[in-house]
């Protein structure tokens, strides 16, 4: 999961960084609104954490301009204003949580998985499966890991959307044949490691973390640390 953190106090994005890179996200910070505006419309991001008082172009600016460049990327927005009024106008321009610094680093954890689930709830609508930093576009036949496409077969395709429709669960070899092969005979079960092979060259071999894995003697299964 790519996190853009956008928060000009040295100090408060070290500490951001730090607790969520060991949460096992990826973290790419922005010290001021120019930059973040740059970084924001250069790459693909999974969430954006943004300070509201910011150098140059403030967050709810920045919130603004992701919405006006139809971003669906979910906003989270920090500030040492607490009153319903500043939240009430962050939620309007844009954002989808707002935290009240100081920070308490468990409930911000909390809140970005809140938003991921929510993220993908809505998604699971348009049939965009995701897990992780990979995207599935079910019905545009586009695979995407952190933005970047990745070009399959059609029947890798159909391979990782069955795996990716049961994500954190095992599949079995009888199963993928069945579903993706049509077909329950034993003499095609050589075909099923084949083609994990094709997938794992593809989607995992560019990335640290693997995310199709093999769980001995039961199948295989797609999931991610998020």
Known sequence: MKILVVEDDSRISGFLSK???EAGYYVQLAADGNEARTLIQAENWDLFILDVMLPDIDGLQLAQLIRFKKIDTPVLMLSALGEAEDKIKALDL???DYLVKPVHF????SRIKALRRRYELHYAKDQILLCGDLRVN???NVVERAGN????SAKEFKFLVFLMENKNKIVTRSQILQIVWNTNMDTFTNVVDVYISYLRNKVDSNFSEKLIKTVKGRGYMITANE
């Open 94 to 96: 844009g954002a989808d």
């Open 106 to 109: 468990p409930e911000l954890l």
């Open 138 to 140: 079910v019905d545009a």
């Open 19 to 21: 607790g969520l890179t």
């Open 149 to 152: 496409e990745i070009i399959l």
